[in-house]
């Protein structure tokens, strides 16, 4: 079966810092990999997705995220967060090949302070 | 403007009552699915539909059921063997690999 571990439960950061949110996911298979941000009392927005082809995947608002094989991961990163980007983001996976449902890591918070 | 639209934003109830919570799409999907949300767990499968008339238990389907008889709406009723039903719920429709949100529902079992 698969899992998604969100390594950081809040991670606080500075405006115009870089950011990186880590995600680590386990199967035996090949699998399809995305981050999603929910903002407060709203739904999820997907930023970016991995199905194959490059590793380096480019989302929405300046985040793009690395898929690495070897170590199961899938990081977010973004070079110089916003005040804006403060939300709860979400990595997700899912068996590559039809219909499989979608398993979610726990969340991180992220806080970007002024 | 196509979408998924949930309703109501918010919700009260009664310990013990029944409560129907709304999803609608209008993006043509074949696929929609019901999440629970709590804090500091992520989302959880409830149910989800391949297709109309067809509908299948996620993980958390205790106390919960589900309809599917038209292919854009897909309604969640919360029933009274629900043990802890106050959360945020979330409904959503895929196309490919894909999963589009709605704005949620959160729910409060008073």
């Known amino acids: 079966a698969q899992s998604v571990t969100q390594l950081d439960s809040q991670v606080p950061v500075f405006e115009e810092a870089p950011v990186e949110l880590r995600c680590n996911y386990s199967s035996s298979v090949s699998v399809y990999l995305f981050w999603y941000v929910q903002y407060p009392n709203q739904g999820l927005q997907l930023l970016l997705k991995?199905?194959?082809?490059?590793?380096l995947v480019k989302g929405i608002n300046g985040f793009e995220a690395e898929f690495n094989k070897s170590q199961t991961s899938f990081h977010l990163r973004k070079p110089s967060v916003h005040i804006s980007d403060t939300a709860e983001y979400f990595c997700a996976v899912t068996l590559s090949g039809g219909y499989n449902k979608l398993i979610f890591g726990a969340g991180t918070r992220l806080a970007v302070h002024p | 403007d196509g979408g998924i639209t949930q309703s109501p934003k918010y919700l009260f109830r009664k310990e013990g009552q029944n409560v129907t919570l709304s999803c609608e799409q209008n993006?043509?999907?074949?696929?929609m699915y019901w999440y629970r949300q709590d804090p500091g767990q992520g989302l959880r499968l409830i149910y989800y539909s391949q297709i109309v008339n067809d509908f299948q238990k996620g993980d958390i389907a205790e106390g919960y059921s589900v309809s599917r008889e038209k292919k854009e709406s897909f309604p969640l009723t919360v029933t009274s063997a629900q043990k802890n039903p106050t959360a945020f719920y979330l409904c959503?429709?895929?196309?490919?690999?894909?999963?589009?949100f709605g704005p949620g529902t959160r729910l409060t079992v008073l």
């Open positions: 991995y199905l194959s082809g490059s590793t």
């Open positions: 959503a429709s895929s196309r490919d690999n894909e999963q589009f």
């Open positions: 993006l043509n999907h074949d696929a």
